[in-house]
């Protein structure tokens, strides 16, 4: 072998080192330049967009929609963007001035459920950055049940269980899902959100005007479904009865006339005012005294609608003379709805 072709062997084998230390310093420069472009193209957390958060609060991700759009930004080159739900991928978006906006195909309808949303960036090139955080999102579908609707006992004056009231600010309430809440309206109005407790009870107190009133009511979840609708028909009557007092000479007795059918109608609603033996005296009509002297007073109703009544002495040969007769001023008279005699009238009467 010639000198020239030792030397010329050793000169080939120092290229090839230096070639395949040049193509390895590339090869690295190359990765981290691959790595610095995966680490730019990012995109951020998903967020739902307001039309598609149904309910209560446009951004509690709380909705009813099954085919809801997402939005979100992006960094670096990325061209793309992909949604995925869990390891399920929904479909991409393009991405115009570092943003995407993606609506999910009603053929992938999403169904009832937690979800939890991500989203991964892409280049032109097929480069890809990591998944964002996922946006967990609650799927409702199905409504609540309905509320219970009634008068709270405390405002219902009169008969209970009537529905007929003299409070013109009656607390409504009843029993609805535990999460949801409630909306009502009056007479057709407004809508009127009442909130439901942790133990499920709701109320409210409307101020209304005398006169039949119908409430309705929904339970509503957070998504904003609702329930069928509950209705309840209650009446406010707050007008207080008055009575006038008439002596019937040709019967020596005292005809008494409401102006509404009422109740209570007792000798003990009355007092009797006059004197005995030079003393004067003023006592309810039923006290004992009064009883012992004349042997009491009958009162008799004489219609059939409550609204006239009858007093007699029963033995006015044992006290006879004429007397004043008036309600009292707490007779315990009450219409229907429980409201109270509104006057006190006086008649003279000879027994």
Not at 16 to 38: D, K
Not at 90 to 114: E, H, I, K, Q, W
Not at 325 to 342: C, E, F, K, M
Request: proline share 6%; glycine share 12%; net charge neutral.
């Amino acid at each position: 072998m010639s000198l020239v072709g030792i030397f010329g062997g050793r000169t080939s084998r120092k290229a090839s080192r230096t070639n395949s230390q040049r193509l390895g310093a590339e090869s690295l420069e190359s990765r981290a330049m691959m790595a610095a472009l995966v680490r730019s193209l990012g995109a951020g957390t998903p967020d739902l967009a307001p039309a598609s958060d149904s309910g209560w609060s446009a951004v509690d991700n709380s909705t009813s929609v099954t085919t809801p759009t997402f939005s979100g930004t992006v960094r670096g080159t990325a061209t793309a963007v992909k949604l995925f739900d869990g390891q399920t991928l929904l479909g991409t978006a393009p991405v115009v001035n570092g943003t995407y906006s993606f609506t999910v195909d009603p053929a992938g309808a999403l169904p009832a459920g937690r979800h939890t949303v991500s989203a991964q960036a892409f280049d032109a090139e097929g480069n890809f950055g990591q998944r964002s955080r996922a946006l967990t999102v609650a799927l409702i579908t199905a409504g609540p049940a309905s509320p219970t609707i009634g008068l709270d006992s405390r405002s219902d004056s009169g008969a209970k269980g009537d529905r007929l009231t003299n409070v013109t600010s009656p607390l409504i309430g009843g029993v609805a899902p535990v999460g949801s809440r409630v909306v009502v309206t009056v007479d057709g109005g407004s809508e009127i959100p009442v909130r439901v407790s942790p133990r499920g009870a709701w109320s409210f107190r409307p101020v209304v005007a005398d006169g039949p009133h119908t409430i309705t009511a929904h339970a509503e979840n957070v998504a904003g479904l609702r329930s069928t609708p509950t209705t309840y028909a209650v009446t406010i009557d707050s007008l207080r009865p008055t009575a006038s007092l008439t002596y019937i000479e040709a019967d020596m007795e005292v005809e008494v006339r409401f102006s509404r059918a009422v109740s209570g109608v007792t000798p003990g609603a009355f007092r009797v005012r006059g004197e005995v033996d030079g003393r004067r005296f003023d006592l309810p009509m039923n006290d004992r005294r009064v009883v012992a002297a004349t042997g009491g007073f009958s009162v008799s109703q004489v219609d059939a609608d409550g609204m006239v009544y009858r007093i007699r002495m029963n033995h006015h040969e044992m006290m006879g003379g004429t007397y004043s007769i008036t309600t009292s001023p707490n007779s315990g008279i009450i219409d229907r709805a429980g409201n109270s005699l509104l006057n006190s009238p006086v008649v003279s009467a000879m027994f």
